[in-house]
């Protein structure tokens, strides 16, 4: 599964024209991405901000306001990565300035996720045991166990997943990678 963020940021004299012309641009990029990545995938907002531009001032005067930035974002999720290169090159052509980033993942990472915690428990209990005997004490149960970050939990699975850069010219090459 690949998850895009891309978006499109617009500057305007006042909030309304800045809020105006990125609807017009953000919904010109979204179109672009639904021909692209059809029913295969889902397109969700995951930011929209209109905030002042400021200029600082000079010799001590306070910053003014000279204009406003309209930021819409959305993220794009599909299971097939050869559409990743797709979806950033169609939303770059529609108008897409704010593309920050695309990462990879599991569709379903329970098993693993199960796996690597099993693991993780063992490795826990040998070290606690390590420690106690060097301290000539013996470990009888468990008081606590934490999963700080559940995020930085390292899966006990290597897949190799499949490249997906095009050999069209132009297009935007990606590279998928191993998930670990």
């Avoid at 529609?94 to 379903?108: K, P």
């Avoid at 301290?135 to 995020?151: D, F, K, M, Y």
């Amino acid at each position: 599964r690949a998850q895009i963020t891309v978006g499109v940021v617009t500057q305007a004299p006042t909030a309304e024209a800045a809020s105006a012309q990125n609807a017009r641009q953000t919904t010109q990029m979204l179109d672009a991405i639904k021909k692209v990545v059809g029913t295969g995938g889902e397109i969700k907002t995951s930011g929209y901000s209109v905030n002042p531009a400021y200029q600082t001032g000079k010799n001590g005067a306070p910053p003014r306001i000279v204009g406003y930035n309209s930021n819409n974002a959305v993220l794009v999720t599909v299971d097939d990565l050869r559409l990743v290169s797709k979806i950033l090159d169609a939303a770059a052509k529609a108008g897409a300035n704010n593309i920050n980033g695309v990462s990879f993942t599991l569709r379903d990472d329970q098993a693993a996720r199960s796996e690597a915690l099993a693991q993780a428990a063992v490795k826990a209990r040998e070290s606690a045991e390590a420690i106690a005997k060097a301290l000539n004490l013996r470990v009888t149960g468990v008081v606590q166990a934490e999963i700080p970050g559940v995020s930085n939990i390292e899966p006990l699975y290597s897949r190799e997943l499949p490249t997906v850069a095009q050999s069209v010219e132009g297009a935007t090459p990606i590279e998928a990678g191993d998930i670990k």
